[in-house]
């Protein structure tokens, strides 16, 4: 993540003063590109006037705080490819912030689908049960009784997941 932070108040009076910022940074490299652009302590005027992310659905703040982009970017970049589409999944169909996704994923449950199956809701379905029970002869009579039609069991359980665009993995919601 690159923030370009620029000097508010010579930006109002008509000069684009900035420097490039890489995400996460140690507080000196914050500092520092503070104090390259005319910002200082008594004169904490700035705002960000562009953004580069790969983080996909992420939109930053012209006002944002840096202290707390730095938070999210030291979370982004310890976290694996499907911990990254998960905060994805969530901020997409939640309609959430990134660091809101970022606090929720560990407190939802996910499924791994499996893409050897075309049709999305029995692949749901099939990827579930073999997660949560581990086999259909674990699943008990009420629930085979009720969902013997996998593609019936997938479509219900849509209800309460979103599935990524790719359709590898589905986030219960909350």
Same mark, same amino acid.
């Given at each position: ?61 012209? /006002?944002? @705080? ?8 030291? !979370?982004?970049?310890?976290? $694996? +490819?499907? =911990? ?62 009720? /969902?013997? @039609? ?8 849509? !209800?309460?997941?979103?599935? $990524? +665009?790719? =359709? ?7």
């Amino acid at each position: 993540m690159k923030i370009f932070l620029a000097n508010l108040r010579k930006y109002n009076e008509g000069q684009l003063i900035g420097a490039w910022l890489e995400l996460p940074a140690k507080d000196s490299e914050i500092q520092e590109v503070l104090r390259n652009i005319d910002v200082t302590d008594e004169d904490l005027e700035y705002f960000i006037f562009d953004y580069e992310c790969e983080f996909p659905g992420t939109f930053i703040k012209k /006002y944002s @705080d840096i202290d707390e982009l730095n938070y999210i970017a030291e !979370e982004l970049y310890d976290m $694996d +490819e499907e =911990e990254i589409k998960i905060c994805s999944t969530i901020m997409k169909n939640e309609n959430c912030t990134l660091d809101k996704a970022i606090d929720e994923k560990d407190n939802r449950l996910i499924i791994n689908l499996n893409s050897s199956e075309s049709n999305i809701d029995v692949n749901l379905a099939l990827s579930y049960i073999d997660q949560i029970y581990g086999d259909v002869i674990n699943i008990d009579k009420e629930t085979l009784a009720r /969902y013997f @039609d996998l593609k019936r069991f997938g479509e219900d359980l849509k !209800e309460n997941f979103n599935i $990524d +665009e790719d =359709e590898t993995i589905a986030v219960r919601n909350v």
